[in-house]
């Protein structure tokens, strides 16, 4: 978000000596309009000799909205799309009206990062272990036993919760408000840097159907799924163990160890899941 801070201030300059031979666009006007209204304190940015260059003005209007969004404030953009709507029609007004040389090269290099990076420089990955989930989710129920249960009883118990919507029995330590939260931190960061923020919830040292269903059960009580669809909001991918193999890994017995998971998961429960891979090798 810092990139694209400095980005409006530094290579957005060229707009300041440029005034086209058409008016601006019903459009361009409407839109700094309403900017005026959305961000009043973006007028004073602009000096009084600006008015009449009407790219300055709107480009300025945008690199204060970045701010607003890097800052957490409000009235910043609620989301890549909002941002990179504002640039694709500067620039196609821009290459209509002789601008080729005022700027039109570092705005079509803005929507080269914009689709490259967004507001994020790196898609994250988060990483849980199996065992953490199946604490959280036996203090939730209020099992003493669960972590002796054997996978089997577990997955099943698990399916059930699933597919009856069932909540924590009782209020959550700060171990499971602590997992919980991260979910939610998930989900924020998927919103306000976009969906590529934020990849796969790795379920580490995973051996069976109910690790993943740990996880997906934990993302519904974080609330982390479509409230229209009711499936989980994340990719889960479960990366096996050493207890689901017996030789080093090699993608037919990965293959093999997904196969046991996929087959030992009830459809209905499983439907929660936006998708779920294996995830080969990866430490």
């Keep these: 978000m810092a990139y694209f801070k400095g980005l409006s201030d530094a290579r957005l300059a060229p707009f300041a000596e440029w005034q086209p031979d058409e008016c601006p666009s019903p459009e361009l006007s409407k839109r700094i309009d309403e900017y005026m209204v959305l961000l009043p304190g973006a007028r004073a940015i602009t000096p009084a000799r600006h008015d009449r260059m009407p790219y300055r003005v709107f480009f300025a209007q945008i690199g204060e909205r970045l701010r607003h969004t890097y800052e957490g404030r409000a009235n910043g953009y609620q989301n890549l ?53 199946h604490d959280v989710v036996s203090r939730g129920l209020d099992d003493p036993d669960w972590l002796l249960r054997s996978s089997k009883d577990r997955r099943r118990l698990l399916a059930d919760a ?37 990849g796969y919830f790795i379920v580490n040292g995973a051996t069976g159907a109910d690790d993943v269903l740990a996880a997906l059960l934990l993302a519904r009580w974080a609330e982390a799924y479509d409230k229209h669809t009711g499936e989980v909001a ?6 096996f163990g050493i207890a689901c193999r017996s030789r080093p890994v090699w993608r037919d017995d990965a293959g093999n160890c997904w196969r046991s998971v996929v087959s030992a998961t009830s459809r209905s429960a499983w439907a929660y899941a936006v998708r779920a891979d294996w995830v080969l090798g990866r430490q």
Excluded at 113 to 129: E, K, N
């Design 162 to 198: 699933l597919e009856k919507d069932l909540g924590p029995s009782v209020e959550l330590d700060a171990l499971g408000k602590r997992n919980l939260a991260v979910f939610d931190a998930i989900m924020q960061g998927r919103h306000r840097y976009g969906p590529a923020a934020v």
């Design 81 to 133: 799309r909002q941002f990179r709507a504002d640039v694709p029609s500067r620039s196609d007004e821009l290459a209509g009206q002789q601008g080729a040389n005022a700027g039109l090269f570092y705005v079509q290099r803005l929507l080269r990062r914009i689709d490259t990076f967004g507001f994020h420089l790196a898609t994250l990955d988060v990483r849980q272990h199996a065992s953490v989930l």
């Design 234 to 239: 994340l990719d889960i991918a479960p990366q």
